[in-house]
């Protein structure tokens, strides 16, 4: 007498290309380099004077220099992806209805994508000197 | 010596009162589960499960529970006390905090059948899911020699008893509800680092699936919940690297 043994409903079935593993690297890789990135970040710009020395001036000097929009770039995307990923994970986890999960991920990539093209865009094209009139608040690359 | 002197003073097992809520839950009559108190003398040497049985026994003979074993070994009596996942029947009340009542609930995640009953059906899937058994291409004529050393590597995973502690307590089992969860993970891993075992690509491969291994969060709750100290977020640790090598 052959045994069988029934398969009860299981739900394990969402279909589709699986790049759970790849995805799991990223948050790995990615977040190694953030601490970088990000704590450099911090001190740079606030060790020695504080939050209050940040003005126009300070962040228009840092764009001048290809290695803080290099800096600055890279940080934008390496967050925005994981931190996206990140929220990714979480509605994967509470979404019920397949629908609202399908909404709630195909808006945050949405917004992640638009945040990185406007970021990108600002960083790479921006001009310190952008208004001759208000010398005092420009970096002294302009004047 | 005379008779009187060896007589052994037998002490008397101290009792103490305990008031244990149980989470009482009947479908045919209950539109959905209730807390239900009950207060109790119990001995220093009772386990939550000797409680039940009282309760079953002499107070409610409707308390709907699995036990089997009573010992540890059969893993039938998983349960929530105390907002942990334990085994009734390992669990000492005098080691509980016994200035509040002892809370007694259904394991989480699963659905529940009756009082402290679920349906273990989605738990027993995954874990078939994962082929637990030896798949090897040689014909079982003789014994399979296997090294002192090669034996260590997936001991730990050989202890589990499908208590289902672990899952249960997983904050991604309760809410994603299709991951694997911690003791298929743990019952993979005890075959895919077997060196007798020729199917640990097969088993990768399965756990590699959108709600696989990488489901996991290393929150701990399973290690934690294990009653058989199983080491069960470094299993699946240790299965997440070998998905990413390919092999065990
Ligand atoms: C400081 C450097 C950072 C490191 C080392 C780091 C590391 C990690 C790691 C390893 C994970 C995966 C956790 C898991 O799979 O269990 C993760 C998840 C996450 N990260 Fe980061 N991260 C960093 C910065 C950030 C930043 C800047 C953001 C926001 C933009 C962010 C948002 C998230 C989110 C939303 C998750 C998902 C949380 C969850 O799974 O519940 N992280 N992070
Ligand atoms: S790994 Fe531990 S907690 Fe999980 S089912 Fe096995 S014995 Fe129970
Ligand atoms: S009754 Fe068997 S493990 Fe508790």
Redesign the pocket.
Known sequence: MEIVIETPNSPRKRKGANWEKYGWMYMRISGAVLIVLIFGHLIVNLWDKGVGAIDFAFVAGKWTNPFWQVWDVLMLWLALIHGTNGMRTITNDYAEKEWVRKTLNITLWVVCGALIILGTLVATTFDPCIDPNAVNYLPTVCK | MSAEATTPVIAEVPSFAVTLMVRRYNPEVDSEPKWQDYDLTMYGTDRVLDALHKIKWEVDGSLSFRRSCAHGVC?SD?MRINGRNRLACKTLIKDLDLSQPIYVEPIKGLEVEKDLIVDMNPFYQAYRDIKPFLIASDKPEKERIQSAADRERFDDTTK????????TSCPVFWTDGQYFG??AI?NAHRFIFDSRDEAAEVRLDILNDKEGVWRCRTTFN?TE????G?Q?TRAIAEVKQAVLRGRA
């Open positions: 893993g998983a589990c008893i499908l208590c289902a502690a672990c899952t911690p003791a743990v399973c919940a294990c009653p058989r199983i069960v």
